[in-house]
Nanobody, 120 residues
Framework: QVQLVESGGGLVQPGGSLRLSCAASRSSVSGYDMGWYRQAPGKQRELVATITSGGSTNYPDSVKGRFTISRDNPKNLLSLQLNSLKPEDTAVYYC??????????????WGQGTQVTVSS
């Protein structure tokens, strides 16, 4: 069983940056692929970044070039750097651990989420 706890969300102006962190406990996540989802009010949950256990990353076009996912396995830590933020990035961001298959990423464990609000 893996427990995930996100932190680092908050209110930021358009064009600003935030760094989200996700601390894993109870078990090592070094063997898992990991990712970040987000969900805005009234919208479907969206996968915004994945990183495999080997360090390969993937992003949708909506965030490519602005978001960067990284992991520190010895510290059991996952991060998401958000740059050039836009109001449409406003959402609750969720950390998760799972596996990447040929047909996509399948999360198993979820954090409780952290709110990111982009507004002037």
């Amino acid at each position: 069983q893996v427990q995930l706890v996100e932190s680092g969300g908050g209110l930021v102006q358009p064009g600003g940056s935030l760094r989200l962190s996700c601390a894993a406990s109870r078990s090592s996540v070094s063997g898992y692929d990991m990712g970040w989802y987000r969900q805005a009010p009234g919208k479907q949950r969206e996968l915004v970044a994945t990183i495999t256990s080997g360090g390969s990353t993937n992003y949708p076009d909506s965030v490519k070039g602005r978001f960067t996912i990284s992991r520190d396995n010895p510290k059991n830590l996952l991060s998401l750097q958000l740059n050039s933020l836009k109001p449409e990035d406003t959402a609750v961001y969720y950390c998760n651990a799972g596996f990447v298959y040929s047909n996509g990423y399948r999360p198993i464990y979820w954090g409780q989420g952290t709110q990111v609000t982009v507004s002037s």
